[in-house]
């Protein structure tokens, strides 16, 4: 039996991103009973509960505004290694999601390496490029990854781009790595074209389907609105622009609107944010196309959801977006005009052309990224050398 102790996702039930699903996925779809998973689980109180049949702690946190999340991994790999401890467990693994706590591991990772545990580590992406950090956070990450890295037994990295250049950046480390994707399901929305919910969001946005392309992902600089925006302002297609994000009237925003003047535009719309899951899917089917403009690091769910739901995907043309999508997209880069190009060609394809693109992509989810396979990958690293 192999105790496997799961640090720095919220926790499950699965209500935010993509280490919750990921950590909601591995868990509930577990096909061996020789692995005892230990899940950590942000909270306003300290308990444990059963969920996916695995066991979850709680683990309270102060509200202390950007250090949260870094004392929030640093209470539960505490709580970790006094469980270990207590429980006399062996050849435990502690699988921390993301490079949060650098600074402090060292005297941890002691601690473990006592206790016969493993420190396991998922990079993530690059943190420390995203602009939402100020330049002394941005400066923490990177110095967190550093040490994160430099102390962990294996990195689990979601991306190939991401593993080159851990293995380039820290070769002095001589860093072991592995590849493991993160996953997406091929299911179609159970959302039918007569549903209120739906036409009410339709009717609420002024939106017909299959006229719209479309955006989601988060409201910042590194994916790339301005470029998107200025490029489909400056193209021919009549068919609207759909962002769905979570916009909020800050300094970037401002920024966006005097530089491309996107409120002279009625095809540019700002439609909010999705939470519903499965109307989020039924947007994406019935989307005529989807730009991707992430260009920070690491495979995104919100690419692997988009082709496994749309047929046309236009993706910025950066190495994490082509070793996701291969052939079963159109690429774009940020030359003036290339984007304003690719949507005129787009809007001229024919429905055979189209039709083939999506099946091209949801091939690329079933072969490499379903989570069935993510899942099988996992257990077997998990149960190796066990």
Excluded at 273 to 284: A, F
Excluded at 330 to 354: P, R
Aim: net charge positive; glycine share 4%; proline share 2%.
């Amino acid at each position: 039996m192999k105790d496997i102790f799961i640090i720095g996702s919220k926790g499950i039930p699965a209500k935010y991103g993509g280490f919750e699903t990921f950590v909601e996925c591995l868990t509930n779809m577990q096909t061996t009973k020789e692995i005892n998973y230990h899940v950590a689980c942000m909270a306003d109180e300290n308990s444990e509960f059963e969920y996916n049949n695995v066991r979850c702690f709680n683990v309270k946190v102060p509200k202390t505004g950007s250090s949260k999340a870094v004392l929030y991994d640093i209470y539960a790999l505490q709580k970790t290694i006094r469980y270990i401890k207590e429980k006399e467990i062996q050849h435990a693994i502690v699988y921390i999601l993301a490079c949060r706590i650098g600074p402090f591991i060292k005297k941890y990772k002691v601690q473990l390496k006592a206790l016969g545990a493993k420190l396991y580590l998922n990079p993530d992406g690059h943190e420390w490029k995203r602009s939402k950090w100020s330049y002394p956070i941005r400066k923490y990450w990177k110095i967190s990854e550093r040490q994160m890295v430099k102390h962990a037994d294996l990195l689990i990295c979601d991306s190939k781009g991401i593993e080159s250049y851990i293995e380039n950046e820290y070769s002095s480390f001589n860093p072991i790595s592995t590849f493991i994707s993160y996953g997406a399901n091929i299911s179609t929305s159970s959302i039918q074209d007569n549903n209120s919910k739906l036409l009410n969001w339709q009717s609420e946005n002024s939106i017909i389907p299959n006229n719209y392309y479309l955006i989601v992902g988060r409201f910042v600089p590194e994916n790339n609105y301005e470029i998107i925006i200025r490029e489909y302002m400056n193209s021919n297609t009549d068919k609207d622009l759909v962002i769905i994000t979570n916009v909020e009237r800050n300094k970037f925003y401002k920024k966006l609107l005097r530089k491309t003047k996107f409120d002279k535009d009625n095809r540019i719309k700002f439609v909010g944010t999705v939470y519903d899951q499965e109307l989020l899917k039924k947007i994406r089917e019935q989307a005529y196309g989807y730009f991707h403009g992430h260009e920070v690091g690491g495979t995104n769910p919100s690419l692997l959801e988009a082709l496994a739901s749309t047929k046309l995907n236009l993706l910025l043309d950066v190495n994490f977006n082509r070793e996701v999508g291969e052939d079963a997209a159109l690429y774009f880069n940020k030359e003036y005009g290339d984007l304003s190009n690719k949507i005129n060609e787009a809007d001229s394809m024919t429905k055979s052309q189209i039709e083939e693109l999506g099946n091209k992509a949801k091939e690329r989810i079933k072969e490499d990224y379903s989570w069935e396979k993510i899942v099988f990958e996992y257990e077997k690293l998990f149960l190796k050398n066990k």
